[in-house]
Nanobody, 133 residues
């Protein structure tokens, strides 16, 4: 059974940093695409980044590019989202999700697909990030 557990959220001041973790069990990360999403109150869930852990290929939404960085720890089956220079508009619940990839080819990663929350079947419970002075 696939299980994803996010952690690392909290309250941070504008300009600060947080590192979120997505710990996976029941799957081998090499065979999946992992996406990070966020949802603010009253807004649609937004895709912010995705990674193919098998080869390290990543993609970022324009709203987070240059500030957020994905990394992987395959030995611990964990994906990290390092968030720097946080802004008040980054306040949201952050989720990770897993989608089985059909090929290890890094060209498979397609932000138009893998930043769309509707294609993912397996989700974590979310972690709250609040950016406020």
């Amino acid at each position: 059974q696939v299980q994803l557990v996010e952690s690392g959220g909290g309250l941070v001041q504008p300009g600060g940093s947080l590192r979120l973790s997505c710990a996976a069990s029941g799957i081998v990360l090499d065979y999946y695409v992992i996406g990070w999403f966020r949802q603010a109150p009253g807004q649609e869930r937004e895709g912010i980044s995705c990674i193919m852990p098998s080869n390290g290929r990543t993609s970022y939404a324009s709203s987070t590019k240059g500030r957020f960085t994905l990394s992987r720890d395959n030995a611990n089956n964990t994906i990290y989202l390092q968030m720097n220079d946080l802004k008040t508009e980054d306040t949201a619940i952050y989720y990770c999700a897993a989608l089985r990839s059909v090929t290890p080819n890094p060209n498979y990663l397609n932000p138009k697909v893998h930043l769309n929350w509707k294609v993912y079947r397996n989700w974590g419970q979310g972690t709250q990030v609040t950016v406020s002075a």
